[in-house]
């Protein structure tokens, strides 16, 4: 398996600290990597440094041997899309109008946009279950609706690299796993590469081929969800006594907390 994205001695973060700390991980073609760790551990920064939205103060990050630094945006942007946890807008755009932002890297400058861009638009729409939306305004939407949208203008812009931080969120349980189910799909079937912070141990496990847990800027422990969710990784991370499991259907390993109060 060829590896798609090397993460290489990384270090960045805010003002003057350094969130991440000489980290290094390899992302291959065709990986479902899911990124779990405690608040604070920097997953969040560490995505925002491997999609150039913070500067990277030491280190590298290679996409197929390029340095993303030395890429053009338009080029970049082609390659990788990046879902933020943050998906609110300062503008009354419609849900279509946001999604064909995700074409914007495929057109020439002040080009507009093709039938083909529009209906990749609707295509994603349909995916993300949001095609009946189109026309309404994006400060209309719950917010669950707005994460599906912002998850579908991603897709459009048809990356071979997907980021994702949180998408399940402010989904109810029925939508995160048919996001989840949707992401599964297209990394199996369009061989879609996706790189995804959960909080929510099990869907990790659950959804992941592999996992990097962080603590404190660090990768503690990067493998398989057996060799990663286990009861001692995550007690000393987490600082909380837990159960670990199979889970009757996946195999995988199913997270049980344990309460303090009993």
Known sequence: MSVLLKIKNL????????VIR????????GDFLGIIGPNGSGKTTLLRLITRVLPIRKGGVFYKDKNIA?????EFCRKVAFVSQDISTSF???VMELVLMGR????KRLQYETRKDIEIANEKLGLTDTLSLKDKRIDELSAGERQRVVIARALAQEPELLFLDEPTSHLDIGHQVQTLDLL?????KNNLTIVMILHDLNLASGYSNRIALLDKGIIFKEGSPEEVLTYKNIETVYKTLVLVNDNSVTGKPNVVLVPGER
Do not use: A, C, W
């Not at 270090?11 to 350094?18: A, F, T």
């Not at 914007?104 to 057109?107: Q, T, Y």
């Open 22 to 29: 000489e980290l290094s991980l390899d992302v291959n073609q």
């Open 70 to 74: 030395q890429m053009n945006l338009k």
């Open 104 to 107: 914007i890297p495929h057109l």
């Open 92 to 94: 009354s755009f419609t």
């Open 11 to 18: 270090s960045g973060g805010y003002y003057k600290e350094d």
């Open 184 to 188: 599964k799909k297209l990394n199996r």
